[in-house]
């Protein structure tokens, strides 16, 4: 089955990443710390590729594509996001993608560090059965979404940045009698209380292996 693996993430310039972040840590730094989260998120994305029929997209804000390819590699594909909110740009990142003869999509962030491959697995897998998969984010939004053709009303109505996402996503998806299934409740770093999430998952990254 062809799957297609999204994720959005923005070039790493300092003032312009991790925004919220800036008062605790300083621009520079978190202009860094997004560049390794969102390198941290590849590297969990790639493993992927060895065994599905799967392709992945980086759809990004600011920077340009040289810029993105030289971040994160010329053999991915770079796509700059579009115009609109973030449900105007999800739905049409969806929209290429089953254009293109996808079966399977799943669109992620690269705020959460806790992401790993076998729940990305777990999202395609469960697409094989389910009309939607979503991650829920203990923010109350989510950190993954996954679908098996484009439901543009998932993306309309949606108050975007609020604790609010997930559960009208579900309403919505209810509404239309789509099939779910619900992954692991997941914490995304966009606030300085959040930092130790990703602390942890750095140090179990870097912590030798027996």
Same mark, same amino acid.
């Given at each position: 089955?062809?799957?297609?693996?999204?994720? +959005?993430? !923005?070039?790493?310039?300092? %003032?312009?990443?991790? @925004?919220?972040?800036?008062?605790?840590?300083?621009?520079?730094?978190?202009?860094?710390? &997004?560049?390794? #989260?969102?390198? &941290?998120?590849?590297?969990?994305?790639?493993?992927?590729?060895?065994?599905?029929?799967?392709?992945?997209?980086?759809?990004?804000?600011?920077?340009?594509?040289?810029? #993105?390819?030289?971040?994160?590699?010329?053999?991915? $594909?770079?796509?700059? =996001?579009?115009?609109?909110?973030?449900?105007?740009?999800?739905?049409?990142?969806?929209?290429?993608?089953?254009?293109? %003869? #996808?079966?399977?999509?799943?669109? /992620? %962030?690269?705020?959460?560090?806790?992401?790993?491959?076998?729940?990305? $697995?777990?999202?395609?897998?469960?697409?094989?059965? @389910?009309?939607?998969?979503?991650?829920?984010?203990?923010? %109350?939004?989510?950190?993954?979404?996954?679908?098996?053709?484009?439901?543009?009303?998932?993306?309309? @109505?949606?108050?975007?940045?609020?604790?609010?996402? +997930?559960?009208?996503?579900?309403? /919505?998806?209810?509404?239309?009698?789509?099939?779910?299934?619900?992954?692991? #409740?997941?914490?995304?770093?966009? !606030?300085?209380?959040?930092?130790?999430?990703?602390?942890? $998952?750095?140090?179990?990254? &870097?912590?030798? =292996?027996?």
């Amino acid at each position: 089955m062809s799957e297609r693996l999204i994720f +959005f993430t !923005r070039y790493p310039e300092p %003032g312009k990443a991790k @925004t919220r972040l800036i008062p605790a840590l300083g621009a520079e730094a978190a202009a860094e710390l &997004h560049r390794q #989260m969102t390198e &941290h998120t590849l590297a969990q994305v790639k493993p992927l590729q060895q065994s599905r029929s799967l392709t992945v997209e980086c759809w990004f804000a600011g920077g340009d594509r040289a810029q #993105m390819q030289t971040w994160l590699g010329t053999d991915l $594909v770079c796509q700059p =996001q579009p115009e609109g909110d973030l449900g105007d740009r999800m739905a049409q990142a969806f929209q290429t993608a089953f254009d293109s %003869g #996808m079966k399977a999509a799943v669109i /992620i %962030g690269t705020d959460c560090p806790e992401l790993t491959t076998a729940l990305l $697995v777990e999202a395609f897998q469960a697409l094989q059965q @389910t009309d939607l998969v979503l991650g829920p984010a203990a923010d %109350g939004g989510y950190y993954l979404i996954g679908l098996r053709r484009l439901v543009p009303d998932l993306f309309k @109505t949606i108050t975007w940045s609020t604790d609010r996402v +997930f559960q009208q996503t579900v309403d /919505i998806a209810n509404n239309l009698n789509l099939s779910l299934t619900t992954l692991p #409740m997941l914490t995304d770093v966009d !606030r300085p209380d959040d930092l130790p999430v990703w602390e942890r $998952v750095r140090t179990a990254d &870097h912590a030798p =292996q027996c």
